[in-house]
């Protein structure tokens, strides 16, 4: 459990703000356009996860696990379970960064594994169900998409 925390820190958003900013930043300074692109995608996807996320933690209001009794009982918990901001913002930021067309394979598969381990991890260490994990990954890799895919 003492790993699992310490994995699922890498998608807490000021992490992942970080993660994003690099490219974004450092394209700009290197004069790289795809690292920006890049970059650019990342930080939309956080943005845009982040707001989903603080909507819909209040309207689901689920306890957590280590709640007492932590049964997963809907509009009972203090803590906003459902859904898991971790593996939402995690896998918004990793499906805008793998979709976007100048990102190289290497990076889209490290991009995804990362987000994959954080969801893991939240489950792992007791802080979120596996319902939880599921629809924080459902949707971030739907806000991913649509930031990765929109036009123009």
């Known amino acids: 459990m003492r790993y699992s925390t310490y994995v699922s820190r ?3 958003a000021y992490v ?3 993660a994003v900013a690099a490219p974004l930043f450092g394209g700009m300074l290197a004069d790289k356009p795809g690292a920006t692109s890049i970059g650019r995608s990342g930080a939309e996807a956080l943005a845009d996860s982040a707001i989903v996320t603080y909507v819909l933690k209040p309207v689901f209001w689920r306890e957590r696990p280590t709640a ?4 997963g009982r809907f509009w009972h918990g203090k803590d906003n379970s459902f859904p898991s901001g971790h593996s939402l913002m995690s896998f918004a930021v990793a499906t805008a960064v793998a979709r976007n067309r100048r990102t190289l394979k290497w990076l889209a598969v490290t991009a995804y594994t990362a987000a994959a381990a954080v969801s893991l991890s939240r489950w792992t260490a007791r802080k979120h169900f596996p ?3 599921f629809a924080g990954a459902v949707f971030g890799g739907l806000i991913g998409n649509y930031v990765a895919t929109r036009p123009r």
């Open 68 to 71: 007492a009794g932590g049964k």
């Open 131 to 133: 319902s939880d994990v």
């Open 10 to 12: 890498a998608g807490a």
């Open 16 to 18: 992942l703000a970080g």
